[in-house]
T-cell receptor, first 116, second 112 residues
Framework: DTGVSQDPRHKITKRGQNVTFRCDPI?????LYWYRQTLGQGPEFLTY????????KSRLLSDRFSAERPKGSFSTLEIQRTEQGDSAMYLC??????????????FGNGTRLTVT | AQSVSQHNHHVILSEAASLELGCNYS??????LFWYVQYPGQHLQLLLK??????LVKGIKGFEAEFIKSKFSFNLRKPSVQWSDTAEYFC??????????FGAGTRLFVKA
């Protein structure tokens, strides 16, 4: 178990630019989640994949945000035309679906985005 | 819609003091409940979880939590805190569906 890996750890970008983050979940985990966390708040759910299928997407996720998990392994989260309000920590988590449908989330260290 | 409320945003305790962090949730159906902890510079990790059965659940490092269904509560406790318990603690609930909803977190600082 090498844990959930996220890249990059930090990203500073200018308003209007596009950014892409990558998440590598724990290899045997078939569920993958993206969350966003701002200062003083808990993680807010953004979207969820089971294998390669995106099954749920939060209303928080505007059309500037898109997530993919093309082969059911790693995932990318892209933000187009970034705004200062997008500055946050973006967290990826994975879990295992199966006989125990409610396995807990395993989080990565996150990608901290700063939009200037 | 599900929501989670944590009563305290900041708690300061001396070592050996007892800890209780409040958590209430809103969801009418069957829930799975969690406490996650984030130590300084580390990622979020599971402290303990409740799925069913005994409402008093024990986690790592001497933590425990009690699920009181009638009060929609899942409070976290530890009889005697240590300096190394300094961290941010998040209560979380998973009801119908696949997403886990988190509270705003409680920052605990333990004075040595």
């Amino acid at each position: 178990d090498t844990g959930v890996s996220q890249d990059p750890r930090h990203k500073i970008t200018k308003r209007g630019q596009n950014v892409t983050f990558r998440c590598d979940p724990i290899s045997e985990h078939n569920r993958l989640y993206w969350y966003r966390q701002t200062l003083g708040q808990g993680p807010e759910f953004l979207t969820y994949f089971q294998n390669e299928a995106q099954l749920e997407k939060s209303r928080l996720l505007s059309d500037r945000f898109s997530a993919e998990r093309p082969k059911g392994s790693f995932s990318t989260l892209e933000i187009q035309r970034t705004e200062q309000g997008d500055s946050a920590m973006y967290l990826c988590a994975s879990s295992l679906a199966g006989a125990e449908h409610n396995s807990p989330l395993h989080f990565g260290n996150g990608t901290r985005l700063t939009v200037t | 819609a599900q929501s989670v409320s944590q009563h305290n945003h900041h708690v300061i305790l001396s070592e050996a003091a007892s800890l209780e962090l409040g958590c209430n949730y809103s969801y009418g159906g069957t829930v799975n409940l969690f406490w996650y902890v984030q130590y300084p510079g580390q990622h979020l990790q599971l402290l303990l979880k409740y799925f069913s059965g005994d409402p008093l659940v024990k986690g790592i490092k001497g933590f425990e939590a009690e699920f009181i269904k009638s009060k929609f509560s899942f409070n976290l406790r530890k009889p005697s805190v240590q300096w190394s318990d300094t961290a941010e603690y998040f209560c979380a609930v998973k009801g119908g569906g696949f997403k886990t909803i988190f509270g705003a977190g409680t920052r605990l600082f333990v004075k040595a």
